[in-house]
Nanobody
């Protein structure tokens, strides 16, 4: 599956953005789709993930209550709604997908087989 991430941009602290991750080549059926982010000089970190089948969602603690991951079956797209953005949320955001992902690996970048290009999120203070 090929992934296309979009929706990044420049926003003031407290603002919001919605990122999209669209699949092509095949549907997301049976996949787990995750969002990761990487700030300059830092390691890539897990943000959120969703099981396409069943819709279970997972978040890193720092975004709980502010970010929401969701899916649109008809559009074969995963969204990451990011509210109340903080300067520390600024990073390049990547979407990733994998068909065989056990729960303990949901937050592990190396467990995802397919990656999209990144989309830049900049948050001004």
């Amino acid at each position: 599956v090929q992934l296309q991430a979009s929706g990044g941009g420049l926003v003031q602290a407290g603002g919001f953005l919605r990122l999209s991750c669209a699949a092509s080549g095949r549907t997301f059926s049976g996949y787990t789709v995750g969002w990761f982010r990487q700030a300059p000089g830092k390691q890539r970190e897990f943000v959120a993930a969703i099981r396409w089948s069943g819709g279970s969602t997972y978040y890193t603690d720092s975004v709980k209550g502010r970010f929401t991951i969701s899916r649109d079956n008809a559009k074969n797209t995963v969204f990451l709604q990011m509210n109340t953005l903080k300067p520390e949320d600024a990073a390049v955001y990547y979407c990733a997908a994998s068909r065989t992902l056990i729960l303990s690996n949901i937050g592990t970048a190396g467990a995802y087989a397919n990656w999209g290009q990144g989309t830049q999120v900049t948050v001004s203070s």
